[in-house]
């Protein structure tokens, strides 16, 4: 996806990059380099991408 108005830059992993709302990508403590928070910001921002979260 492409960045939007009040987007943040949410690693999924590593290397891969997805955009969603700034208030989701804060919403869950997370850090991809210790993997602490990820399953569940990765679940959130997955269900943004789907059209589940808002």
């Known amino acids: 996806n492409k960045p939007?108005?009040?987007?943040?830059?949410?690693h999924?992993?590593?290397k891969c990059v997805i955009y969603i709302p700034k208030d989701l990508h804060?919403?869950?403590s997370h850090n991809v380099w210790t993997g602490e928070g990820m399953n569940?910001?990765?679940?959130?921002?997955?269900?943004?991408?789907?059209?589940?979260?808002k």
């Open 4 to 10: 939007f108005k009040d987007s943040h830059g949410h």
């Open 12 to 14: 999924i992993n590593k």
């Open 26 to 28: 804060t919403s869950v």
């Open 40 to 53: 569940a910001i990765n679940n959130v921002a997955f269900r943004f991408l789907g059209g589940i979260e």
